[in-house]
């Protein structure tokens, strides 16, 4: 069917050609805007070619020469790599535009093979807070090394730790590497913020981290108890394999070959996959007994589902149920059309975390008073005091699931040495194995028994 249209044409406030078609669809006007470069035209005062970017006459050489359509495809290349924007001058930048510039390509950079976002983007988001609340207004060309030391500071006043805090200055470093590549910032700018050093050891006044250190098996087996039967499963398949907790939360079906003896998983999605690195987890009888019962017919449905853990739930409610039928609520009627939380389709690591806190506070019963409670004292002291309180008593007796890729680690390097435990763990450099797998501390005691 021929659809008639007509179009129009007009400059915005801005000065750019806006070409507005209207084509009538069942009787109503529907106005589509055509994204056009802009013209190569002819400045008949100068007899010079000529292109408007963003309301800017630029003038190119002689009219209809090799040297200006030369001239021309460069700028509109180069208009195009900048997002259809003409760079500005590096005087007339602000550390607020080139933070803004900066967040829109990371929301569409960092991102994993499916689109979804990594968690790269929010780092990069709570590092620049701090620049952009002290230095938002700023000319860009005028933040320098004094400058981000000051943004360090504000990190250290907010409790970063030193590895949090140097590894936020380096994000803000990459920022402006990346605004001197798209001629935001002179390249200057990002060659002084170079000479900041990071933070060491002992030589400022941020915090240090609490390593990272492995759980014991004991601590573990005390735990799963109270851990609903998905999620103990999570656990053991992890303590098992030394797999990260993204990747047993993204476990799919199809992604576990079960052809040989040993099963090989192949998370899609993993740290190092934009390095081009391919992840195998290999699962050995013990994983198979666990991880058999969560394979799904759907070869695409995730392995560890929330959804499906809670329909079980209910099921096995529902079937405990001593009130009969006929009387009280029937099964699903006693639910909220618009519940403020639902149950997704796979776990994230976050949710895996908390899961493992609160069963580690009923395990290892975790005292009232440190709890939040109605009728308790809610003064500012009180408060602080409690929480206080409460963290000391959670980082006694509370573990998270990175420290079963550590236990993994060291039980692995213990008894298939160092090599080993990189295989298994995926590291392509032994040195980075050592951060996981402690050492044993038996060959020390036995060779100092010798020697004397």
């Keep these: 069917?021929?659809?008639?249209?007509?179009?129009?044409?007009?400059?915005?406030?801005?000065?750019?050609?806006?070409?507005?078609?209207?084509?009538?669809?069942?009787?109503?006007?529907?106005?589509?805007?055509?994204?056009?470069?802009?013209?190569?035209?002819?400045?008949?005062?100068?007899?010079?070619?000529?292109?408007?970017?963003?309301?800017?006459?630029?003038?190119?050489?002689?009219?209809?020469?090799?040297?200006?359509?030369?001239?021309?495809?460069?700028?509109?290349?180069?208009?195009?790599?900048?997002?259809?924007?003409?760079?500005?001058?590096?005087?007339?930048?602000?550390?607020?535009?080139?933070?803004?510039?900066?967040?829109?390509?990371?929301?569409?950079?960092?991102?994993?093979?499916?689109?979804?976002?990594?968690?790269?983007?929010?780092?990069?988001?709570?590092?620049?807070?701090?620049?952009?609340?002290?230095?938002?207004?700023?000319?860009?060309?005028?933040?320098?090394?004094?400058?981000?030391?000051?943004?360090?500071?504000?990190?250290?006043?907010?409790?970063?730790?030193?590895?949090?805090?140097?590894?936020?200055?380096?994000?803000?470093?990459?920022?402006?590497?990346?605004?001197?590549s798209k001629e935001l910032v002179p390249a200057s700018v990002y060659q002084a913020l170079v000479t900041i050093a990071g933070l060491r050891a002992g030589k400022s006044e941020?915090?240090?981290?609490?390593?990272?250190?492995?759980?014991?098996?004991?601590?573990?087996?005390?735990?799963?108890?109270?851990?609903?039967?998905?999620?103990?499963?999570?656990?053991?398949?992890?303590?098992?394999?030394?797999?990260?907790?993204?990747?047993?939360?993204?476990?799919?079906?199809?992604?576990?070959?079960?052809?040989?003896?040993?099963?090989?998983?192949?998370?899609?999605?993993?740290?190092?996959?934009?390095?081009?690195?391919?992840?195998?987890i290999f699962i050995g009888p013990r994983g198979q007994e666990i991880l058999r019962p969560f394979l799904r017919l759907n070869p695409d449905a995730y392995c560890f589902s929330p959804a499906e853990a809670e329909r079980v739930r209910r099921e096995k409610l529902s079937a405990a149920r001593v009130t009969p039928l006929s009387c009280g609520n029937r099964p699903g009627t006693n639910r909220r059309r618009k519940p403020l939380r639902t149950v997704g389709e796979r776990y994230d690591t976050t949710a895996f975390t908390m899961a493992i806190k609160r069963a580690c506070e009923v395990a290892f019963s975790m005292p009232d008073e440190l709890r939040e409670r109605p009728g308790q004292d809610t003064s500012a002291h009180a408060v602080a005091k409690r929480r206080a309180a409460r963290k000391a008593w959670r980082a006694a007796n509370v573990w998270h699931p990175n420290q079963l890729r550590h236990s993994a680690g060291t039980r692995i390097r213990q008894e298939y040495g160092l090599e080993g435990a990189a295989a298994v763990l995926g590291h392509a450099k032994v040195e980075t194995t050592q951060i996981y797998a402690e050492r044993s501390a038996t060959a020390a005691r036995e060779i100092a028994q010798a020697v004397g």
């Design 206 to 280: 941020a915090r240090e981290s609490v390593p990272v250190r492995p759980v014991s098996d004991a601590t573990v087996l005390a735990t799963l108890p109270h851990l609903s039967p998905t999620l103990r499963a999570m656990v053991e398949l992890q303590q098992i394999t030394g797999a990260r907790p993204g990747e047993i939360c993204s476990m799919r079906t199809a992604d576990v070959d079960r052809t040989g003896a040993v099963w090989c998983f192949k998370p899609r999605m993993h740290k190092t996959a934009w390095l081009g690195r391919e992840r195998v």
């Design 1 to 180: 069917m021929h659809l008639p249209a007509c179009g129009s044409a007009a400059l915005n406030p801005e000065g750019k050609t806006v070409i507005t078609v209207l084509a009538y669809l069942g009787g109503v006007a529907m106005p589509l805007l055509l994204n056009r470069n802009p013209k190569y035209r002819k400045h008949r005062a100068s007899r010079q070619a000529v292109v408007t970017i963003d309301g800017r006459d630029i003038y190119l050489g002689p009219w209809n020469t090799k040297a200006s359509r030369a001239e021309y495809d460069r700028i509109i290349s180069e208009w195009l790599a900048n997002g259809r924007r003409a760079a500005p001058a590096g005087n007339d930048t602000t550390v607020g535009e080139v933070v803004e510039r900066f967040w829109t390509f990371a929301k569409t950079y960092y991102v994993h093979p499916d689109g979804t976002p990594t968690g790269e983007a929010e780092s990069y988001k709570a590092a620049l807070r701090p620049v952009l609340r002290l230095y938002g207004t700023t000319p860009a060309r005028d933040f320098g090394p004094l400058a981000l030391e000051a943004c360090r500071l504000e990190m250290i006043k907010a409790d970063w730790c030193r590895n949090m805090v140097n590894r936020s200055v380096g994000r803000v470093k990459y920022c402006f590497k990346w605004a001197a």
